[in-house]
Structure formats: structure tokens, C-alpha cells
């Protein structure tokens, strides 16, 4: 056993730990000859001995009925078991408690937690949707972001149409119009430019308005021709059940030359010379790149004419896609591009 | 909540404050704060206990000081009208020495002394409540008891008879 070294005033500091039983046996050992020695000491350790005693008493005071009863309704503590008579505190019992009382209020803090969580969810989604609600639509419509605001400009010129008939020599629809829409941007880039040099008598809300409409007429478009292609049998059910719906047209094609100038001037004096007039925002034969650009109204009688002029330079036919846009009884809408040729 | 927490709460506030009333009063507290905040803590229940219980005891000392020990001004809730005697005292215990010495000293190593030896908490919990090294606790308990030792000695507060 190590020999263990300690003063009298060390002994005084250590009286509460030898009566709580914390010191180690050589230490127990060098107190109890100090003990005998020093009365001051010895009269230190009674004055906690009796000290110690009177806790031990001061720790057999117990709840009155009427307390406990009043604690364990003022704070749903559901005491219904008489108080243990030992005070300890342990470990074990911070096991679950097999209480009615507390697992109907524990559960119950869990549902109102949960009802929280999901008030609070319910708020927010409520909130972003008015936010986004109440945004401008413009930043939401990606597609349109791309498009050009589209003009009508023969609004005025409207009259009976022509009956409907069946589209042919179409191989993918959608591009097709995909590139009408490039045509018509191309179109207003050029109006743009051109409205520079002079003012064009062109009435804004209405170019919002056909702009609006034409992006709805062209989805309504895309998807009835959908609807077309998958069953004839049911498209002509509903035609039958819906009669006033009239179909327009725009004829188009692009064809590739050899001699771009003298094959674009030709056509366009022929057009000058039928009473063709421009459709579009540019004049007919703009020039853009290597090709130039017809956008123009003609009878519809010299569709054939137009046909055989330009099949003389390269296999050319109008081609024929249901359009959104009105177009004049007697009269055909039709877009032409002559293009040079790659050598 | 356990019974055993719940009496160790009525106890404490009991033993370290200087009415029943504002014992109660305190009692009623630290249990809605306990059951407010052991949801939230990941504490071990009994260290939240002893701070909890230990800050509201000095905030209650001390309002009662500045309400220069009035009581009749102080609001409490009719319920406790009804409660005449809340803890049950042993006929041979007297707390006449304890109330003295939490008049004289009212020092807070005193709240230790109720933890460790009255209420029988384990000391490493009082340690971790206390915030301070297990030395410093011991410590403190040897000066508290060394206090109690000196009141109840002969021709001090006497012990074992009615208050």
C-alpha cells in the first residue's frame, strides 16, 4: 500500500468525503490517527455527522394528498399512483412509463404536431400559388419567348371560305409549322427594320390579340391534326357533328434554283401581273440570304399557273396545311421561297 | 413526468425557498417548462431538471427580496387556497434550523445539499447541471453541510422537535 502523506488542515478539507465514504483506505487510515490527535477535528466531523442526520430527516417529507391532486390536474400529469416513498431519481426511470394517461397525452402532442407540420404546408403551397398566380404570364410562356407578335392584316378582307378538303403531300406537319412561325418572325424582324424608315397605320391591340390567338389557334391546330392522323373515321364524325367550324389554308414550298435572280424576278412579275398582293409585313421577293421570300394573296384559280411556271426549273408544288389565319373567299394564301441552289 | 421527478420539484422549492406559496407557485412553473422543454432537449431529463429547477428558485429569491418579503401583494392562484398543508413533515422533524440558515445565508451551494442529500440525485447529474468540475461540487457540498453542521450544533438552532 503507498505511503500517504496529509497535513491537518488537508484532514479538515477531507471530513465531508469521509463521512460520505470517498476516501481510500490509506487515506481513511491517516484521518482516523489525525482524528485521535486533533479535537478541533473531531468536532468538525460531529458537526456533520449531526448535520448529515438532519438531511437524512429533512428528506422523509412526503406530498399532501390535496397538492398531489391539485399538480396532477393543473399539469395533466395523470399521478394516479401514490408517490414511492424513495425519492431516488435513477436511471431506469427514464424508461417509457406504462401510464394511460401520459400515452394519451404524448400521442396527442403528436398528432397536434402533425397537424401543425401540415397547416403550415398548406399555407406556404398557398402562398406560392398566389404569388405565381399573380405573376405576368410572359414569364411562363417559354415558347412564345421565341415567337414574333404576329400581324393580321387582312383582317378586314374576310368573307365566306372555301370547303374543306383533304391535305396532301405533307410530311411532317408540326416542322412545317414550326417554320411558319420562323417565317413570320423572320417577317416582323423585316417590319421592324422597315418601320423605322416609315410608320406602318398598324393597330397594337390588335397585334396583341392576333398574337394571343395564334398561339392558341396553333396548339387547337396541332392538336386536331393529331387527332386527324390517328383515326379519319372519328374526324369525319365530328366534322359532321360540327359543321360551322371552317378550315383555312396556306399553301406553300420552297423550291431550289440554279439562277436565284432571274428565277425570283420572273415569278414576281407574274404575281405583279395576277393581282398577287402581299400577305406578310415584307414585299414579295425580299431578299434574305441566298434566297428570296414570297408572302402574298392570288386567286386561287392560278395555283396551277404558279405551279407550272416554277416546275420548269425544279420539281415544284404548292403544298397545302390547314392555318389558323382567315383567308378571303376566291383567294389563297401562299408563301414561296426560291432558293439558290448549292453548286 | 414521474412522481418521483414531480415530488423532487415540490421539494426542492420547498426546501430553498422561504414560503409555501411561493414554493407552489415555483413548483407549478418549473413543471410547465419542464414539459415544454423535454420535447425540444436531448438533455438527460434529470441535468434539465436541476438547471430549470435551480434557475427559477434564484429568479424567485430574488423577486421576492425586491417585494421586500411581502407576500400580500403577490398574486397567487386561488387553488392554493385550498391546499392547506401541500408537503406532510415527519412530527419529529423540525425545519426551523434549515429556514434559519435560508434566511442567514441564503447561499446556493444550499441547493446542492438538497439535490445530493435530501432529493438523492446521482452526483454526476448535479456536476453537469451545475457546470462546474465534480471537485468544485464536492467542495461545495462539504462547505454547505460544514454551515448546517455549525446552526445545529448546541447553542444554535436546535433539531428533532416542532418548529
Redesign the interface.
Known amino acids: 500500500m503507498p505511503k500517504v502523506h496529509l497535513t491537518k488542515f488537508v484532514c479538515k478539507e477531507l471530513v465531508y468525503d469521509y463521512l460520505t465514504g470517498a476516501l481510500d483506505a490509506s487515506r481513511r487510515e491517516k484521518f482516523q490517527e489525525f482524528l485521535n490527535e486533533d479535537l478541533e477535528l473531531k468536532k468538525k466531523l460531529d458537526r456533520n455527522k449531526h448535520a448529515l442526520q438532519y438531511v437524512g430527516e429533512l428528506k422523509k417529507i412526503e406530498l399532501s394528498e390535496a397538492y398531489q391532486s391539485y399538480l396532477s390536474e393543473a399539469h395533466d400529469l395523470g399521478l394516479v399512483e401514490d408517490f414511492v416513498e424513495s425519492p431516488v431519481v435513477s436511471h431506469e426511470e427514464k424508461a417509457p412509463q406504462s401510464n394511460i394517461w401520459s400515452d394519451f397525452w404524448s400521442e396527442r402532442g403528436e398528432l397536434l404536431k402533425l397537424i401543425r407540420r401540415t397547416t403550415e404546408a398548406l399555407s406556404l403551397a398557398i402562398v406560392v400559388f398566389l404569388v405565381v398566380s399573380n405573376l405576368p404570364k410572359e414569364l411562363f410562356d417559354f415558347e412564345s419567348k421565341d415567337k414574333p407578335t404576329l400581324l393580321l392584316t387582312d383582317k378586314n378582307k374576310v368573307g365566306s371560305v372555301e370547303s374543306p378538303a383533304t391535305t396532301h403531300g405533307i410530311e411532317d406537319e408540326d416542322e412545317v409549322i414550326a417554320d411558319d412561325i420562323n417565317e413570320e418572325a423572320e417577317e416582323t424582324a423585316a417590319q421592324v427594320a422597315s418601320s423605322e424608315k416609315k410608320e406602318t397605320p398598324v393597330e397594337k391591340p390588335e397585334k396583341k390579340q392576333a398574337s394571343d390567338s395564334s398561339s392558341k389557334n396553333l396548339a387547337a391546330n396541332v392538336a386536331s391534326k393529331n387527332a386527324d392522323s390517328s383515326s379519319s373515321a372519328a374526324v369525319a364524325k365530328a366534322e359532321e357533328k360540327e359543321p360551322a367550324k371552317k378550315n383555312f389554308y396556306l399553301y406553300r414550298s420552297i423550291i431550289y434554283v440554279q439562277d436565284l435572280i432571274a428565277v425570283s424576278d420572273e415569278f414576281l412579275t407574274y404575281l405583279e401581273a395576277n393581282g398577287a398582293k402581299k400577305a406578310g409585313q415584307v414585299k414579295m421577293g425580299w431578299e434574305k440570304n441566298r434566297s428570296r421570300y414570297f408572302h402574298f394573296h392570288i386567286d386561287e384559280s392560278k395555283r396551277e399557273e404558279m405551279e407550272a411556271i416554277l416546275s420548269k426549273y425544279a420539281p415544284f408544288r404548292l403544298n397545302r396545311y390547314d392555318h389558323w389565319r382567315k383567308t378571303p373567299e376566291g383567294k389563297m394564301r401562299a408563301i414561296v421561297e426560291i432558293r439558290q441552289k448549292a453548286n | 413526468?414521474?412522481?418521483?421527478?414531480?415530488?423532487?420539484i415540490?421539494?426542492f422549492f420547498?426546501?430553498v425557498l422561504p414560503h409555501e406559496l411561493l414554493a407552489?407557485e415555483a413548483?407549478?412553473k418549473a413543471?410547465?417548462e419542464l414539459?415544454a422543454k423535454k420535447?425540444k432537449s436531448e438533455e438527460?431529463?434529470?441535468v434539465l431538471l436541476i438547471k430549470t429547477c435551480n434557475k427559477i428558485a434564484r429568479k424567485k429569491r430574488k423577486e421576492y427580496l425586491s417585494e421586500s418579503k411581502d407576500l400580500a401583494q403577490h398574486n397567487f392562484p386561488k387553488?392554493y387556497d385550498?391546499?392547506?398543508?401541500?408537503?406532510?413533515?415527519?412530527s419529529?422533524?423540525s425545519?426551523a434550523?434549515?429556514r434559519q440558515i435560508l434566511r442567514d445565508e441564503g447561499h446556493e451551494s444550499l441547493y446542492l445539499?438538497?439535490w445530493a442529500?435530501?432529493?438523492?440525485?446521482?452526483i454526476d447529474y448535479i456536476v453537469l447541471a451545475s457546470e462546474c468540475s465534480h471537485g468544485t461540487v464536492?467542495?461545495r457540498?462539504?462547505q454547505s453541510?460544514?454551515l448546517?453542521?455549525?446552526y445545529?450544533?448546541p447553542g444554535g438552532q436546535s433539531?428533532?422537535t416542532n418548529a
Not at chain 2, 413526468?1 to 423532487?8: H, N, P, S
Not at chain 2, 385550498?82 to 415527519?90: G, R
Not at chain 2, 442529500?117 to 446521482?122: D, K, Q
Request: aromatic share 10%.
Open positions: 413526468m414521474t412522481e418521483a421527478q414531480v415530488r423532487a415540490a421539494v420547498y426546501y407552489m413548483t407549478d413543471i410547465k414539459k420535447k438527460i431529463f434529470e387553488a385550498k391546499i392547506k398543508e401541500p408537503l406532510i413533515k415527519p419529529t422533524l425545519v434550523a434549515w445539499l438538497v442529500h435530501v432529493l438523492e440525485f446521482p464536492m467542495h457540498l462539504s453541510l460544514n448546517l453542521g455549525s445545529l450544533q433539531w428533532g
